[in-house]
């Protein structure tokens, strides 16, 4: 079988990438090694949130088919490789998958063959582990045989304004020719394309992009701990900031940071600076008080029961929201982990309501799901907004009979405190 275009990892990254292929008029397949991801998909199930069953039975009509099987990626145009790319136990780079993935490539490349890495890695990923990883497992040289090329993904779940469509893409080549392979499959499914000098530099642009985020969070986050301790309203000072037209740009303060990208890609960029024998202060320094931040709001928890006479030991603390943004099912990196497991270890009764993820584990130990948003108030001591879903209306939460501690700024009544 032959097709334009093989997406290796179908999660996040490559369905979304799958599905604007499939509307372009690619004929595409997807290979993942998750046998149930494989099975549901091709049931017309989607797991992703930004693409919906009626897309994957959109996909289907239009020849896309998923399967388990890499000898699939032989008869492909173009490949591109999605695979996650996160940490390990220890904190460190874990990029196993992505070896995996380019070793299953390496065994089916045939000459001619575009591949594409989107998965976020380190300044030299490409050079310095693809290429090798692939020359050695097909015998085939890139730049003469095949063309690789390094293009990062710029997916954001839940963002209906930009989307693969009208984001710019940018894209890059180990030589002249590979970048302008890829800037011909790229210029297929997106408006703008922006050729960078090289792959190290595509890289690393990935990885400011999210460290810009993640440098920045911290800093709100920051001043929201110094505004509670003069007793200024963060939420107050955040809305004047914002209203100067140039020179600033508002991030809110939370509970964490959460997700694949922002919690992740600075590890990568941190680790590859010091092997390189480079300190990234900032970085240290950031991750220092993201890494408070869920130790706070539970000090807040405890604070506010403590006025009311109530020992957090024994309360019972209701999570709303436990996904790492709005309007999403995706739990990766959230912070409602750390602050679950601290709660429970200070001895408070947790449970959530959270629309989007029908089962919650912290620490191993599922926690109790409450489905009646208001039944769910009434039997609290204190609900704790972690994420501003749409369906939490401020004024339900307003007018609760329990505390709220809201840490999104959404709310306001006699019983809301803001972080």
């Excluded at 145009?77 to 070793?103: F, K, Q, W």
Aim: net charge negative.
């Amino acid at each position: 079988m032959t097709c334009d275009l093989a997406v290796v990892g179908l999660g996040y990254i490559g369905l979304p990438l799958a599905q604007r292929a499939c509307a372009v008029g690619l004929s595409t397949v997807g290979y993942d090694v998750c046998a149930p991801v494989v099975e549901g998909l091709q049931a017309g199930s989607s797991h992703v949130d930004d693409v919906s069953d009626g897309d994957v039975a959109a996909m289907g009509a239009a020849g896309f088919r998923a399967t388990t099987d890499p000898s699939v990626l032989a008869g492909a145009g173009t490949i591109v490789v999605c695979v996650p790319t996160g940490l390990s136990p220890a904190g460190d780079p874990d990029l196993d998958s992505l070896r995996a993935a380019i070793g299953d490539v390496a065994a089916q490349l045939r000459p001619g063959t575009l591949v594409v890495v989107e998965s976020t890695s380190h300044p030299g990923t490409t050079e310095e582990i693809v290429r090798p990883l692939l020359e050695r497992g097909s015998g085939l040289t890139v730049g003469e045989d095949f063309h690789l090329a390094y293009s990062p993904e710029r997916i954001d779940p839940g963002n209906s304004s930009f989307t693969m469509s009208n984001t710019p893409r940018v894209v890059s080549g180990c030589t002249p020719l590979c970048a302008k392979h890829a800037v011909a499959f790229y210029g297929r499914l997106v408006d703008t394309v922006v050729v960078a000098r090289g792959t190290r530099e595509a890289e690393m642009a990935k990885l400011l992009e999210n460290t810009y985020r993640y440098v920045n969070i911290a800093l709100v986050d920051e001043v929201a701990l110094f505004c509670d301790k003069m007793g200024i309203d963060i939420w107050d000072v955040l809305h004047c900031a914002a209203t100067k037209p140039f020179g600033f740009t508002a991030f809110s303060p939370g509970a964490g940071v959460g997700g694949h990208c922002i919690p992740v890609d600075p590890r990568y960029l941190a680790v590859k600076a010091e092997s390189e024998g480079f300190s990234f202060h900032m970085l240290s320094a950031a991750r220092d008080v993201l890494g408070r931040m869920p130790r706070h709001v539970v000090q807040r928890v405890a604070g506010l029961l403590e006025a009311q006479g109530r020992p957090l030991r024994g309360a019972r603390v209701l999570l709303l929201g436990v996904t790492y943004k709005p309007d999403i099912a995706d739990t990766r990196e959230s912070p409602a982990f750390a602050v679950a497991a601290l709660l429970r270890a200070r001895g408070a009764h947790v449970s959530y309501h959270d629309p989007y993820v029908p089962s919650f584990e912290c620490e191993g130990t599922p926690l109790s799901r409450r489905t009646d948003l208001p039944e769910a108030l009434a039997g609290s001591d204190l609900a704790l907004l972690l994420q501003d879903h749409s369906c939490y209306d401020p004024t339900l939460l307003a007018r609760a009979r329990c505390t709220v501690l809201d840490t999104r700024g959404r709310t306001a009544g006699v019983r809301v405190t803001r972080l």
